[in-house]
C-alpha cells in the first residue's frame, strides 16, 4: 500500500510560481526582493524565504549588496543562515565565471567597457586592492587573466620583472592592468599614474605593447587609454629609450 503523500505547504505552490514567472518573463518582471527569495529557496526546503530576503533587502539596501555580502554579514539576517545562503553566493560566483569564459574564448578586445563587465563582477566587492594582468596576442586575442598583487599598489609594491615575467610565460605580445579601489571612487592617485607609467618604461625594454590600465570603481571605472595617457607614455618611454 502505497505511503500517503506529505501535505503540501502553501510555500511549494509559491515557490512553483515564482520559477514559471522566471521561465516565462525572465528577471525582468521580478520585484529585488522576489530575486533574493529565488535563490534562497535553492537550499531552504520547505519554508517561506519571503520574510527573510525582504529583511536581507533592508539590511542591505539593494540587490547587489545583498549579492556581495560576506556569509558572516548575511547569516545575521533572521531566516537566513549558512545552508540557505548557497544560492546568493553560487550566482554571482558563476557569473563570474560565464563572464571570464566569454572574454577568454579567442575574443579580440577593442576598448574598456568590453571588460569592464568582467572586472566589475568579479572586482567590486573585494576589500583589498587587487592588481590583475590580461595578457594579449598579437591580435589582441585575450590569452589569460592572472591576479598578481593584492595589497596597497604603489610603484614599489608591483613588481614590473614579475610583469614581463608572466607575459612571456603567456607568449604575450601587448598587456592590459587592472586594479580595484575599495573605496569605489576609480579616479587614479599620484602612485596610480606612477606605476601606470614604470610598467609601459619596463614592458618598452622587451617589446612588449600596454593597451590599456583599468581602474575599477563602484559602477564605474577610468581608463587611462580612453583619456590619452597610455599614448602619452608610451610615446614618452620611446624617447627615453632612443636618448638612452
Known amino acids: 500500500m502505497a505511503e500517503p503523500r506529505s501535505p503540501r505547504k502553501p510555500a511549494d505552490g509559491h515557490r512553483r510560481r515564482l520559477r ?8 525582468d518582471a521580478f520585484h529585488d526582493y522576489e530575486v533574493v527569495e529565488l535563490l534562497l529557496t535553492l537550499a531552504t526546503p520547505r519554508k517561506d524565504c519571503k520574510p527573510a530576503a525582504k529583511a536581507a533587502l533592508q539590511r542591505f539596501g539593494n540587490l547587489a549588496a545583498v549579492l556581495e555580502a560576506s556569509p558572516r554579514a548575511l547569516c545575521e539576517v533572521k531566516g537566513i543562515g549558512p545552508k540557505n545562503i548557497f544560492g546568493l553566493k553560487l550566482i554571482p560566483a558563476v557569473c563570474e565565471r560565464f563572464l571570464e569564459k566569454r572574454l577568454t574564448a579567442g575574443i ?38 592572472k591576479t598578481l598583487f593584492e595589497g596597497t599598489l604603489t610603484s614599489s609594491s608591483v613588481y614590473p620583472r614579475v610583469v614581463v615575467r608572466e607575459a612571456l610565460d603567456h607568449h604575450a605580445a601587448a598587456l592590459i592592468f587592472a586594479h580595484n579601489h575599495p573605496s569605489g571612487d576609480p579616479r ?50 620611446d624617447r627615453t629609450t632612443l636618448e638612452g
Do not use: W
Open 20 to 27: 514559471e514567472k522566471f521561465l516565462k518573463a525572465g528577471l
Open 108 to 145: 579580440v578586445l577593442h576598448n574598456a567597457q568590453t571588460l569592464f563587465d568582467y572586472l566589475y563582477q568579479s572586482m567590486r566587492d573585494k576589500k583589498r586592492e587587487q592588481f590583475r594582468v590580461l595578457f594579449l596576442d598579437a591580435k589582441n586575442r585575450l590569452l589569460g587573466i
Open 188 to 237: 587614479p592617485s599620484p602612485e596610480d599614474t606612477a606605476l601606470t607609467r614604470k610598467l609601459i618604461m619596463a614592458c618598452r625594454v622587451v617589446d612588449l605593447a600596454v593597451h590599456d590600465h583599468i581602474i575599477v570603481g563602484a559602477g564605474t571605472y577610468f581608463s587611462y587609454a580612453d583619456k590619452g595617457h597610455i599614448a602619452e607614455m608610451t610615446a614618452a618611454a
